[in-house]
């Protein structure tokens, strides 16, 4: 799953890796189509089986965003250090990032909605949770199948 990068030795291609930057982040940036424009949102995040998991209110800008057209991109990104040189335009970043594309769509059955849940709290904590039925109901949860993911890294 990648697509063209003109600095070749920065690519990240191998699975395991991209897995263990998609661990270690803290936040998952979301890119959807506003008419003309883009809107990006940083979210607290899942991921299992290729897949991406987010959740919200069930009204809002980012649903009807997302109802309107399921196409989004992503981004990771962890920062490790500046990397400072003599020269200005010599200074890089050591990090590692990932770039993707998928589809969002909202998950509706209440089992599949607790199962989301778990995976977007099992990024945070290592303990089950109890989701009130009621609380499923009044949540949206969006599951982003992924399409195409590139990651890169400098410094590594």
Known sequence: ?????????????????????????????????????????PLSFGFHANSLYFHGALKGLKIDLLRKDPNVCFEFDTLYETLSSEEPCDFDMKYQSIFGTGKAGFIEDLDEKRLALNIIMAQYSDKEFEFPEKMLKGTAVIKVEIETMTGKQCGF
Request: net charge positive.
């Open 1 to 41: 799953m990648s697509s063209k990068m003109r600095r070749k030795d920065r690519v990240i291609t191998d699975a395991p890796t991209l897995k263990t930057i998609i661990e270690k982040s803290s936040v998952c940036r979301l890119g959807m189509n506003h008419g003309d424009r883009p809107y990006i949102l």
